[in-house]
């Protein structure tokens, strides 16, 4: 899979700053899509999650909506294929 993870943000949300902070600090290259700015981020945002709540994370058919760091960790720790692949361990 050689697309970057998108980063679903609203300016001002703070488990949006955790999370984008969690996730460059394991070195992820993030396409950030800010939903209040953009209408059709939002759209896609609420189609690949059913929902509209920041932050939610999509890489590929993975989507994790409306999570902090630790619910971030206890998805992503049920694939660990797609864990390594993204370089996101448990060493936090």
């Known amino acids: 899979m050689n697309k970057r993870p998108i980063l679903y943000i609203k300016p001002g ?15 992820l290259d993030l396409d950030i899509r800010n939903v209040l700015a953009n209408k059709k981020d939002m759209d896609q945002m609420m189609e ?16 994790v909506a409306d999570f902090s760091v630790d619910e971030f960790m206890s998805e992503i720790s049920e ?11 448990d060493d936090e």
């Not at 949300?13 to 600090?25: H, K, M």
């Not at 690949?48 to 989507?63: H, K």
């Not at 694939?79 to 361990?89: D, N, S, T, W």
Request: aromatic content about 14%; hydrophobic content about 35%; charged content about 15%.
């Open 48 to 63: 690949i999650s059913g929902q509209t709540m920041t932050p939610t994370f999509q890489y590929g058919d993975f989507v």
């Open 13 to 27: 949300c703070p488990w949006c700053r955790a999370a984008r902070s969690f996730l460059e600090q394991h070195g």
């Open 79 to 89: 694939f660990p294929e797609l864990q390594a692949e993204l370089g996101i361990g």
